[in-house]
């Protein structure tokens, strides 16, 4: 199950500022597109706006091509990943992953096989009963994403999910997120300030600076072919 994505003249004021100017985009079904740029440069609020915790203040939003931008929320088959710290501490790891599920009003026994299946994908069913304190980052990183994959959504949508891990994990929950994309064949946009997690995630790159787009491209074509001196100094020079 994997859905488009359309943005036609999307704007956003917060009272009389404008911070995003204008973007025009489409997504594929299944695409994996990674938002990159610098911090404050407007990527998690595109991403609200997308997951409709952010209203619009001009343009359409369209999913699957029907225009979304009053579908609240919980109605357009979006799930967001959110840094790992966003657990429940005071719940261990079954209910952290059943606790959307339960509030929605899911029968018990859809509820166990959904939450089987989110920790089979991310081989963590033997810590189904451990708090979230006592779990490793990348581990607590799984739980996270396995809340965003019980509800099956048909897009996913990732706002910097490894910017509190160290190096080493954050290589390798790059490889998890990647082979989740395979498996499930979703919709998914990652966003990151990271040039690296870009170059090596994406199928679709989006380099954004003050509220527009720079430049729309695969890494290759960004890298060989950069649009203008902000892209070349973005994606050539890895920090
Ligand atoms: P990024 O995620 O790329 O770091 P943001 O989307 O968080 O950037 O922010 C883009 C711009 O919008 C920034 O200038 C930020 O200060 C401003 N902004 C974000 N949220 C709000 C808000 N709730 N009220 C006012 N300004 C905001
Ligand atoms: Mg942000």
């Known amino acids: 199950m994997a ?3 359309n943005l036609a003249k999307i704007e956003k004021r917060f009272g009389s500022v404008e911070v995003i100017h204008g973007i025009d985009l489409a997504i594929e079904p299944g695409e994996f597109t990674v938002f990159v740029g610098p911090s404050g440069c407007g990527k ?5 706006m ?25 109605k357009r ?18 209910k952290n992953l059943a606790f959307g599920l339960q509030t929605a009003g899911y029968p018990k026994a ?9 920790a089979d994908i991310l081989q963590i069913g033997h810590l189904l009963q451990r708090r979230p304190k006592a779990l490793s980052g990348g581990q607590r990183q799984r739980v996270a994403i396995g809340r965003a994959i019980v509800r099956e959504p048909k897009i996913f949508l990732f706002d910097e999910p490894l910017s509190n891990l160290d190096a080493e994990l954050r290589v390798q929950m790059r ?12 919709t998914m946009i990652y966003v990151t300030h990271d040039q690296v997690e870009a170059m090596t995630m994406a199928d679709k790159i989006v380099v954004l600076r003050d509220g527009r787009i720079m430049q729309v491209g ?22």
């Open 44 to 48: 998690s609020t595109l991403l609200r």
């Open 77 to 94: 088959g979006i799930a967001m990943v959110f840094q790992s710290y966003a657990l429940y501490p005071h719940m261990n790891v079954y």
């Open 110 to 118: 859809e509820i166990e096989a959904r939450v089987k299946k989110a």
């Open 3 to 5: 859905s488009s994505i």
């Open 50 to 74: 997308i997951a409709g915790l952010e209203d619009i203040s001009a343009g359409e939003l369209s999913i699957d091509g029907e225009r979304v931008n009053e579908v609240p929320a919980s």
């Open 175 to 186: 490889v998890e997120i990647a082979k989740l994309h395979q498996t499930l064949g979703s």
């Open 218 to 239: 695969r890494p290759l074509d960004l890298y060989n072919n950069p649009a203008n001196q902000f892209v070349a100094g973005f994606i050539g020079s890895p920090k």
